[in-house]
């Protein structure tokens, strides 16, 4: 009797703590759906972002934007698999849940940003998170730029940080932290925004009680809680003082004067660089060479067309040089793809998500009978078939902090190219182009394919994108890759009541400042972070299709696929980001139909916004729909359309480098 009371007391025992240990299991996951800091919940997963949604954990990684937690259980997904970064591992889960190993998504997995209804918006430039990432305790160093063309080192590098996550292999006692193997550009300068050196830049003659462009310390930390201007460095004085002082470093170091480049700064250097740029001189002449110098003096002496019945001329640089390039190249261009790289890095880039660019392109290309040769000596322009989206996915270590491998396979395939052809060693490469749109891209290809026309998604000048040469390429969200126009179009200038809007992560350091100056604080000026979906409120589509105004403020890199999809839903963009080369700039008037708001002019937004006259809004808004065709992708391309306008910057640039 004694040992069977002791047995049922013992059940007893394990009875109770096995309720105690549901209790508090149940408890801890009722607090986590209280929690409505996502910094908070971050910190108890540091291996990766977990958020609350409405009804369920959302996921963020490199490669998949989310997975609802409704079905994870049914896919048997470990909670370890949950936390991680591995793409590889978010690749799993997603096929445990189907079998589908096509390029679309099973319809009871709703993607963030990629719901059927359009109603989320895009989650941007995720994998540079990777490389750089944001706490309570961050400090930037601000990159100003000169306006040289000539970069002698590598890109490659990353703001500075104060405290580094746990996983990072970046040393802190470095003041200026870059990729693997890099060193800072000659022409870039890196200003601490230390207290310290906040009091030493004073000294020096540099104002330190103005919002800056590029810059954001502590105070500017501050300012998001206590709703105040940011004590950070002002530039503008430093435009007519060459001697300048400042501590690059610990030490100090004499540089010439740098600026941030706004737009009308962009416009001259774009002009310059076909007077300055010197054309490399191939090692033998073929017949296409002194057919592209026919071309461009054709371009040059085009006659001089002041209205057309089809176009607004106002939105272009010039309408009529425009007319006659895109007239030739669809007369003259041939375009010859190479044939070597294996799938999918190679030839089978993604047609679905912000990337998608560089896979429309590509299909679009090597089904184009129009521009197509497969005679080397007839080829004005050499294509390499490779999506920098791919590149990541499949070799990219995650966590590990390094491109070396990525960079090494890139070059691998350039000295397949060289070895098996002479086309590439007759330029060095000058007549070859590639088109990229992750993130990475343009660090990536910049000694390797230092010579080829880069179009390029992240057009960022301190990034090393280089006028006359390379091209921006528009980063263009394609939710569905058999309807790529679903949702085409907006309001009537007169039924879009809201004034401004924008919804989004809180990715790099402009987006928290955007939001504590506007969040809440305007009626008028409609500005959320990560904009959920619930019932009887408006979506994301909906809101850019009813506001004037569409905020294209920056991630963590210049590019933002919110710049298309203003001009797709018929808003006008407003682009805060600085030293951003906006896509066809050399044949575009952005200015005509878009607004450029300096980062360090974010409390001003409204009042520069209002300042707007009615009828100028007006106007700008009938050319945002003019120019839309220029930034549709078709299942077939139609003439002036995304794919023609991406390859005609391309031929554009040849032309005028010869």
């Not at 849940?97 to 679309?104: A, C, E, Q, Y």
């Not at 802190?172 to 830049?201: C, H, R, W, Y």
């Not at 300096?598 to 729909?625: A, C, F, H």
């Amino acid at each position: 009797m004694g040992i069977e009371f002791g047995y049922m007391s013992l059940v007893r025992v394990k009875s109770v703590l096995l309720m105690a240990g549901v209790t508090f299991a149940l408890v801890l996951f009722a607090q986590l759906f209280e929690l409505q800091d996502f910094k908070s919940l971050s910190s108890l997963f540091s291996a990766g972002k977990i958020e609350v949604g409405q009804d369920s954990f959302i996921y963020h990684n490199s490669s998949r934007n989310s997975t609802y937690h409704s079905v994870l259980d049914a896919a048997n997904v470990n909670v370890a698999d949950l936390v991680s970064t591995d793409t590889e591992v978010s690749d799993e889960i997603v096929s445990r849940v189907s079998n589908d190993k096509g390029d679309s998504e099973p319809e009871n997995i709703k993607k963030f940003g990629d719901t059927l209804d359009d109603d989320l918006d895009p989650e941007d430039e995720f994998p540079s998170n990777d490389f750089l990432e944001f706490n309570n305790n961050t400090k930037v160093l601000g990159v100003i730029e000169d306006n040289s063309l000539k970069q002698e080192n590598p890109p490659e590098f990353e703001l500075q940080v104060s405290n580094y996550t746990s996983d990072r292999d970046f040393s802190p006692k470095n003041d200026i932290v870059m990729g693997p193997g890099a060193s800072p550009p000659s022409n870039l300068q890196f200003f601490s925004t230390s207290p310290e050196n906040l009091e030493t830049n004073s000294r020096n003659g540099v104002n330190s009680s103005a919002p800056s462009t590029s810059t954001m310390g502590k105070d500017a930390e501050d300012m998001l809680t206590k709703n105040e201007s940011p004590k950070i460095l002002d530039l503008s004085n430093l435009v007519n003082d060459s001697s300048v002082s400042i501590p690059a470093t610990k030490e100090r170091v004499k540089e010439p004067k740098r600026m941030v480049v706004p737009i009308s700064k962009m416009n001259d250097m774009l002009l310059s660089s076909y007077a300055s740029y010197k054309a490399v001189k191939p090692r033998w002449s073929l017949a296409v060479d002194q057919e592209l110098r026919n071309v461009k003096s054709m371009i040059e002496n085009a006659a001089t067309k002041e209205k057309d019945s089809h176009f607004d001329v106002s939105l272009y640089r010039n309408f009529s040089a425009f007319e006659r390039s895109y007239e030739l190249m669809e007369q003259v261009l041939k375009v010859y793809v190479y044939a070597e790289g294996e799938r999918p890095i190679f030839h089978q880039p993604p047609l679905k998500g912000i990337y998608a660019s560089e896979g429309w392109f590509m299909k679009q290309l090597k089904s184009n009978k129009r521009f197509l040769t497969k005679n080397l000596n007839k080829a004005h322009l050499f294509y390499l078939p490779f999506s920098s989206r791919e590149l990541e996915i499949a070799l990219y270590v995650p966590n590990s902090h390094s491109r070396k491998n990525l960079i090494q396979r890139l070059s691998d395939y350039v000295n397949t190219v060289k070895t098996k052809y002479d086309s590439w060693n007759r330029t060095d490469g000058a007549d070859h182009f590639l088109v990229a749109c992750h993130d990475w891209a343009p660090a990536e290809t910049w000694n390797i394919m230092a010579n080829c026309i880069r179009s390029l998604c992240n057009s960022d000048i301190k990034e090393g994108f280089r006028f006359g040469k390379d091209a921006s390429l528009p980063e263009t969200y394609v939710r569905s890759p058999q309807n790529p126009l679903r949702q085409l179009g907006g309001k009537a200038f007169s039924q879009r009541r809201i004034l401004a809007f924008f919804a989004g992560s809180m990715h790099g350091y402009l987006r928290p400042i955007l939001l504590n100056y506007w969040e809440n604080k305007d009626p008028d000026m409609k500005i959320f972070g990560p904009l959920r979906k619930a019932k009887g409120e408006m979506t994301y589509a909906q809101y850019m299709k009813s506001s004037k105004y569409c905020i294209c403020a920056k991630g963590y890199e210049v590019n933002s696929p919110r710049v298309v999809e203003a001009i797709f839903y018929e808003c006008v963009p407003v682009i805060i980001s600085d030293n951003f080369v906006p896509p066809f700039f050399e044949t575009l008037n952005w200015e005509s139909f878009a607004v450029f708001v300096l980062e360090k002019d974010i409390p001003n937004l409204k009042n520069i916004l209002l300042s707007i006259s009615k009828t100028r809004y007006r106007l700008m808004q009938q050319r945002v729909k003019r120019v839309q065709q220029h930034f549709l992708w078709h299942s077939r391309p139609m003439k002036y359309d995304v794919f023609n306008m991406i390859l005609h910057s391309i031929w554009h640039n040849r032309v005028f480098r010869t």
